[in-house]
Every structure is written in structure tokens, then in C-alpha cells.
């Protein structure tokens, strides 16, 4: 792939990402969705955090790999435990991380 077919990739995601978005904002007091729909909307960012973030975590090399030595899953774990236990971003980041980096060493 040349360096232009790859910004023009680029650049038609960036375009369709943003006319998505905009096709909510735009139609916002003019279309009445229904309250199921919105009510579903709410799901919409844990769903999409969920799937970016799973398969990195389950899968190793294509394959489902779950393992205690699999380091990403176990460092998830403990991410997931310091959000449920202190409901800080900031420190579900630095502890996910730390513990990720603490377990990839010990391998």
C-alpha cells in the first residue's frame, strides 16, 4: 500500500467517523427516536470499549489464550478490580499498566 493510498484511507475513515457522529447531532429535536433506542444508546461506549479491548486481551497469535501466563489478561484483571474499587480512570491506568509491565518482566 503507497503512502498515499494509506492517507486516503486515512482521511475517508476520519470523514465517515465524523458524518456518523454528525448525522446524530444534526438530527437531534427534528427525528423523535424511540425510548427503547435510546434507552439502548447508553450500552453504545461499554460495547465499544469491550470489543477493542477483549480480543487483546483473550487472544494471542489468533488463538484464544487464556492462560496465567497470558500477562495482558491478568494485568486486565487488575485493572478491572482497581476501577470496580476506586472509580478512577487515572489510577486504573497507572495500576493496569504498572502491573502489566510488572508481569511481562517476570516472563
Known amino acids: 500500500m503507497t503512502p498515499a493510498t494509506l ?7 476520519g ?3 465524523f458524518l456518523i457522529r454528525l448525522s446524530f447531532i444534526a438530527v437531534e429535536g427534528r427525528v423523535r427516536l ?8 447508553q450500552f453504545v461506549p461499554a460495547a465499544m470499549l469491550s470489543a477493542l479491548i477483549a480480543p ?7 488463538a484464544l489464550y ?3 501466563h497470558n500477562s495482558r489478561l491478568l494485568a486486565g484483571i487488575v485493572a478491572v478490580v482497581v ?3 476506586t472509580r478512577s480512570v487515572g489510577w486504573t491506568i497507572v495500576i493496569g499498566m504498572a502491573a502489566l509491565i ?6
Do not use: E, I, Y
Open 7 to 13: 492517507f486516503a484511507v486515512f482521511v475517508a475513515a
Open 15 to 17: 470523514v465517515a467517523t
Open 34 to 41: 424511540p425510548a427503547w433506542f435510546r434507552g439502548a444508546l
Open 56 to 62: 487483546d486481551l483473550l487472544m494471542q497469535d489468533g
Open 66 to 68: 487464556l492462560s496465567p
Open 83 to 85: 476501577a470496580a474499587r
Open 102 to 107: 510488572g508481569l511481562q518482566m517476570l516472563q
